[in-house]
């Protein structure tokens, strides 16, 4: 079969063309359109985290006892930039003030919006382990196990078997709390302090 002729393939083109110049145009319009659209909203996204970031920074530096001005500052991050990772970790440093503060329920109001919110594992894992913490003190050990069961990330593992391990303990369960304490132990591949906890907690059940 002979090939077509610089010039046929030319009318041929010219009849596509002709015949479906419609279409094309308004594909190209749509590919078009499509991509400056992508393009305006990474851009929003890439001024949005960078609004954020900057705003979590400032809530960093302000001091402890302008507690009103931060919290203004995190619900304005919460409600502005909720899909951005500054605004969990601002709920949690939150969250952190109104501990030292002994406001436990403001805390976990705060710990729990951050958990549901977070883009990042690790921050969502870090705020489980904290409300965790938190319910444990307040004595709610069902829900600190909740919590503490939620918790992913694998950097924070060996601190949510040690909680686990806390809450077993605390309801009177030594062999499933020394499970725990074994588990968070081998998981935990350092020698710091946490280690020496985690074998003193170990001796102190026993057989």
């Known amino acids: 079969m002979a090939l077509d ?3 046929e393939q030319i009318e041929k083109l010219e009849r596509i ?3 479906h110049k419609r279409l094309i145009i308004a594909s190209v319009a749509i590919l078009l359109g ?3 659209l992508f393009n305006i909203y990474l851009d929003k996204k890439i001024r949005n985290n960078e609004q954020a970031s900057a705003m979590y920074q400032e809530i960093l530096i302000k001091k402890i006892t302008e507690i009103d001005l931060i919290e203004k500052k995190v619900s304005l991050l919460k409600i502005n930039a909720p899909n951005t990772p500054y605004a969990s970790r601002a709920a949690i440093y939150l969250s952190r003030l109104y501990s030292q503060e002994n406001k436990n329920t403001e805390a ?3 710990l729990i919006w951050a958990s549901n919110n ?6 969502a894992s870090m705020a489980y382990y904290t409300l965790a913490n938190l319910y444990f003190v307040a004595g709610n050990l069902d829900e600190a196990m909740t919590a503490a069961n939620k918790i992913d990330s ?3 593992q060996s601190l949510a078997k040690d909680i686990i391990g806390d809450i077993y303990l605390k309801q009177g369960n030594d062999e499933q709390a020394k499970k725990s304490y074994l588990k968070s132990l081998d998981l935990n591949k ?3 302090d946490l280690r020496k906890i985690l074998q003193n907690k170990i001796d102190s059940i026993g057989r």
């Open 5 to 7: 002729t610089e010039e």
């Open 17 to 19: 063309w002709n015949n």
């Open 34 to 36: 499509g991509y400056f």
């Open 108 to 110: 976990i109001k705060e």
């Open 118 to 123: 977070a883009t990042e594992e690790s921050i």
């Open 154 to 156: 694998v950097g924070f």
């Open 190 to 192: 350092g020698q710091g």
